[in-house]
């Protein structure tokens, strides 16, 4: 199900476009426990980034 989509410039990537989008989700739907995506999104910097959006 999906929960929120935006519609992003093209030149942003995929693992820096996420982060607005869980920053929503986050504020919408506060008890939601995990998450998921695919290798688009791996990283170092873009799991820290989640992490500090909260517990997922």
């Known amino acids: 199900m999906m929960l929120e989509a935006q519609i ?3 030149d942003i990537q ?3 476009g996420a982060l ?3 920053k929503e989700v ?3 739907f506060p008890f939601i426990e995990r998450i ?5 999104y791996q990283g170092t910097a ?4 989640v992490r500090e959006l909260g517990v997922w």
């Open 8 to 10: 992003q410039p093209a």
């Open 46 to 49: 873009t799991a820290a980034a």
């Open 14 to 16: 995929d693992r820096d």
């Open 36 to 40: 998921f995506a695919d290798g688009g």
């Open 20 to 22: 607005p989008v869980l």
């Open 26 to 28: 986050r504020r919408l």
